[in-house]
């Protein structure tokens, strides 16, 4: 079980703020917050601290609010609390915590709140605070996906005292031992859920100044109110007005899954700042250096603080360091007293491989002076201290049979590590671990091929690890370099340093790709140059040679489906590849070896050219290179891939030259050419050519003769943004041969296959630039008066809008260029339906099957209760169909005006799924009597889907004949 509050931390708050008795009364609510601590791992079982500090001059007791877990269940904390306990801590401030212990049936977020019964008199920012109740919450996640979770909690308490015209600071001494990340955020204190305090000003609203605009310590600028997000510092530069502001914030708890951070719960604080008049200065802390230790190493540290005025100081520390369960950090003197300027406090930690974790320990300084009158002030910093993991020791390869290579390690140092990083590249690659950079340097052209666990099922430390290369064992020749690093377990996380290296060198038992190099770039008549080596490693006698090849190509950057062998037999080591489109597409090839009977003998590893892509921007181009190997493009000596372009000479502006080189262990594959290597700035009107050639080796001495392997892309052409949108496109226009009534008198009546055809030009005015590269559709089925929404990105200067529910509708339209510019939009165009019923004046109602309903003229025979039919009708006309009908209204008189029938489509369709828009009247009265033959009269009501509002009502008057 884990406590929620350490009781060092409640004795910290108590010699902090001068404690003086243990009482059993508090008072009227300043400040307060909730936190709570999962205690069982098997149920779902909190700890909540109801935490409220309270103005001693009032005798009301504390804890007699409701608290709301969020799940239904909301009781009475004093009268369900555990425990509670009072602490006066000076300066008519009472420190209050009532613990309660709840479980929660099921996963879920629960947001957990304390209101109570009322905030303490004269709060300057809000009205009337002392009838406005308190109220805070806490939110929780419990998801097994997560794990545990426990909230922060705050170890420097909530009320501070600073002074008018100089700058307030304050950091609440936020710590949470999952080592989850914390942000931070200000809000309005609120009364109850979701319900600010009345009339809430920020602290530095224009009314507490008399020059506002001069309200900063300096006098130079407005006063701001702000917290970092990051490390939680509240800073008011500066008070204008004496007297007491409420001001709240949450913190939030941040866990990273899967590379993906997730908020996990917040506690929000609501806190008190005290201004007063006084000529007094802040002290001042000497901030410490931000330090970096192994775990292991002692940390020693002298802490000291200054008094501008010479008055004496109380120094102390918060944080992190100081409430862990293992080997805490400690300071001296402890507890804080009162010292002579400078004071200084001495902090020392004895790390362990249990303080390992990703994010820096936050150690809060704070140094309060002791004027011999007036307000006291303090300063705050904050001291960041990380604690990384050694790196693993011992790594030792060794070759298996079949191109596989074991490795093997030493027990790791911290057994809290939860998993063991397996990194592999080609070629031996140093690294010096710098301080504090742990984990595989970036650019050090290592990957990740595995991680395992660091310890098996019966507990045993894991210590070796065989690399098959995913059993396709691994490519001969290579020099095969590995490292290891620890991780550690989320939520703290954390890596060690990265180990030293070892080697283990592949024979060239198969032949050796040495080049992939593109020699002409075209869609139709490229070129690429391959060259290996022959497998020289193999015993001649059980192997005889001459050797013949067979040079097998496949299409993109890897993969061996439908390969083409361009050459069968050869016995040259080198084959041009030719009538390529090295232009589009990269290549990748696979050399096969048969030894002088024609006996298969082996493969050797795929090998890509380099592709080069482009991304522009203003007046830059950043291009970047890949290509997929069994050799490493990252060489330790000669690091630098070169960079070809087009328009350096204005003599020869077509030819390439080398204008600059890029150090790929540093920028990895990369280059952003500015026009910087020359100081010509790139032009938006001018497409720019490049090539890039890569160095590389396979770190075998005995192919050593052909470092570094040379090879380059195809050549890249690309053109700098521009900022200058295009023009909007002209003649923006629905097809001029669609007629509605025409097209629709064609189509059956329940025709649903609705499109519109959009058409226009480019504007080919002097003053428009022609580099567009797309157009941006914006449409809405009605005609509002905001923006259309997005619709498609088209190219080509037309568009069929298909699958729509009717031709209804608006469109603008906007011209992109290839930088993203957009022009301004289009005069909006709509398109309107073209409404229509039709009523018979007669129907047989007999029951023979036909004619024997009243509806609107429709193409089927209708012989059921709803839309449908069962044959179609000879000769009907379609025009006739009732179209872009949503609803009807209809009713049945007799001569004298008597209502006999009525129906309602929205009212008595048959079924949701059907409109019931023809009516099928079987000649019944609304008692359900058969009407006699004879003219009968009726009015007709439609609601049709149309733009125009006065197509969207028709009233229709009539008369009917039933036969029977």
Not at 393 to 402: A, E, I, M, P
Not at 488 to 508: R, T
Not at 865 to 876: A, C, L, M
Request: aromatic fraction near 10%; glycine fraction near 8%.
């Amino acid at each position: 079980m884990i406590r929620l509050l350490d009781k060092k931390v409640l004795l910290l708050i108590a010699t902090l703020m001068m404690l003086s008795v243990v009482v059993s009364q508090a008072t009227h609510i300043r400040a307060g917050e909730i936190v709570a601590r999962r205690i069982s791992s098997s149920t779902l079982t909190y700890r909540f601290s109801v935490i409220g500090y309270t103005d001693t001059g009032s005798t009301v007791l504390f804890g007699s609010g409701d608290i709301d877990f969020g799940d239904g269940v909301n009781v009475n904390l004093g009268e369900n609390a555990e425990s509670n306990q009072t602490i006066l801590l000076g300066d008519e401030v009472a420190y209050n915590v009532f613990t309660i212990t709840h479980t929660f049936q099921g996963n879920g977020r629960y947001v957990v709140r304390y209101n109570e019964q009322n905030r303490n008199a004269g709060v300057v920012n809000m009205s009337n605070s002392v009838d406005t109740p308190f109220y805070i919450e806490t939110e929780i996640s419990i998801d097994p996906i997560f794990g545990i979770n426990n909230t922060p909690v705050f170890l420097v308490p909530p009320i501070d005292k600073g002074a008018e015209g100089a700058t307030f600071l304050h950091n609440p001494g936020a710590y949470d031992s999952d080592g989850d990340s914390l942000s931070y955020h200000l809000k309005i204190p609120q009364q109850f859920f979701d319900r600010e305090v009345n009339g809430y000003k920020e602290p530095n609203d224009p009314s507490f100044y008399t020059n506002y605009l001069e309200g900063n310590q300096e006098r130079d600028g407005p006063p701001t109110f702000s917290i970092d997000s990051i490390n939680g510092d509240l800073t008011w530069d500066a008070p204008g007005l004496m007297g007491e502001y409420n001001v709240a914030f949450e913190v939030r708890e941040w866990r990273k899954l899967d590379d993906q951070w997730f908020n996990i719960g917040s506690v929000t604080r609501d806190m008190q700042i005290i201004i007063e008049e006084t000529d007094n200065n802040p002290p001042e802390i000497i901030q410490p250096m931000e330090i970096c230790v192994e775990a292991g190493e002692t940390i020693e540290e002298i802490i000291i603080a200054t008094d501008p005025d010479g008055d004496p100081l109380t120094l102390e520390v918060f944080g992190g360091p100081l409430q862990s369960f293992i080997n805490p950090a400690t300071f001296s003197p402890d507890p804080p007293t009162v010292q002579p300027t400078p004071a200084q406090i001495a902090f020392r930690w004895e790390t362990t491989c249990d303080h390992i974790r990703e994010r820096p320990y936050e150690v809060q300084i704070k140094a309060k002076d002791e004027p011999p009158l007036g307000t006291r002030l303090v300063d705050f910093k904050t001291w960041l201290i990380r604690v990384v993991a050694p790196a693993p020791t011992g790594l030792v390869t060794n070759k298996l049979s079949g191109r596989r290579v074991e490795l093997n390690w030493d027990m790791y140092t911290c057994g809290n590590a939860d998993k063991i990083e397996i990194w592999r590249r080609v070629d031996s690659f140093d690294i010096v671990a710098e301080d504090c950079v742990v984990g595989m340097p970036a650019n050090a052209g290592y990957e990740l091929i595995d991680v395992v666990n660091n310890s098996n099922l019966a507990g045993q430390q894991v210590t070796n690890y065989i690399d098959d290369n995913e059993g396709t064992g691994l490519a001969p020749g290579a020099n095969y370099c590995y490292r290891i690093v620890a991780q550690f377990p989320a939520p703290a996380g954390g890596e060690s340093y990265v180990s030293e290296e070892a080697c283990a060198q592949i024979g060239v038992e198969a032949p050796v790709v040495l080049n992939v190099d593109v020699l002409q770039t075209s869609e139709a008549n490229g070129e690429i140059y391959v060259r290996w080596e022959e497998p020289f490693d193999l015993d001649p006698v059980l192997f005889p040679g001459p050797y013949t090849y067979d040079v097998v190509r496949y299409e993109g950057l890897s993969g061996l489906a439908n390969g083409d062998t361009v050459a069968l037999g050869i016995t040259n080591r080198e084959f041009t590849d030719t009538g390529l489109n090295t232009d589009q597409l990269p290549y990748h090839y696979l050399i096969h070896a048969y030894q002088n009977d024609g006996s298969y003998i082996d493969s050797s590893f795929p090998a890509s050219s380099v592709r080069l892509k482009a991304t522009t921007d203003v007046k830059s181009i950043m291009i970047e290179w890949e290509a997929l190997v069994p050799w490493s493009n990252v060489m330790d000596s000669l690091p630098y891939h070169r960079v070809w372009r087009d328009n350096v000479d204005d003599f020869f502006p077509d030819q390439l030259m080398l204008i600059d080189s890029v150090e790929v262990t540093v920028d990895g594959f990369r280059y952003i050419d500015d026009g910087s290597h020359n100081g010509v700035a790139l032009s938006d009107e001018t497409m720019y050519r490049y090539y890039v050639e890569t160095k590389g080796s396979y770190g075998n001495p005995s192919l050593s003769s052909y470092d570094p392997l040379l090879n380059k892309s195809q050549i890249l052409s690309a053109q700098p943004n521009d900022t200058i949108p295009p023009c909007t496109p002209v003649d923006f226009a629905f097809d001029d041969s669609f007629d509605c009534q025409t097209f629709l008198s064609t189509r059956g009546c329940d025709f649903d296959q609705f499109e519109n055809l959009l058409e226009w030009n480019q504007d080919g005015a002097s003053q428009c630039d022609n580099d567009i590269n797309s157009y941006n559709i914006y449409f809405s089925d009605e005609d509002t008066a905001e923006e259309l929404p997005f619709l498609a990105n088209v190219e080509g200067t037309s568009y069929l809008h298909e699958g729509l529910s009717s031709f209804k509708g608006c469109y603008e339209i906007t011209s992109v260029d290839r930088s993203g510019n957009e022009s301004e939009r289009s005069a909006r165009i709509c398109h309107d339906n073209c409404p229509f019923i039709k009523m018979p004046n007669v129907f047989t109602p007999n029951g023979d099957g036909v004619n024997d309903t009243f509806t609107p003229f429709w193409d089927q025979v209708l012989t059921g209760g709803s839309e449908g039919g069962s044959g179609g009708v000879s000769d009907f006309d379609n025009a006739d169909c009732p179209r872009f009908v949503l609803a009807v209204n209809f009713t049945v008189f007799d001569r004298t005006g008597g209502v006999l029938f009525t129906y309602n489509s929205e009212d008595d369709r048959p079924a949701e799924s059907d409109p019931g828009i023809l009516i099928m009247w079987d000649g019944k009265n609304k008692n359900g009597r058969m009407l006699e033959s004879g003219v009968y009269y009726f009015s007709l009501e439609v609601t049709f889907d149309a733009l125009d509002p006065d197509e969207s009502v028709k009233n229709y008057k009539g008369w009917v004949n039933i036969i029977r």
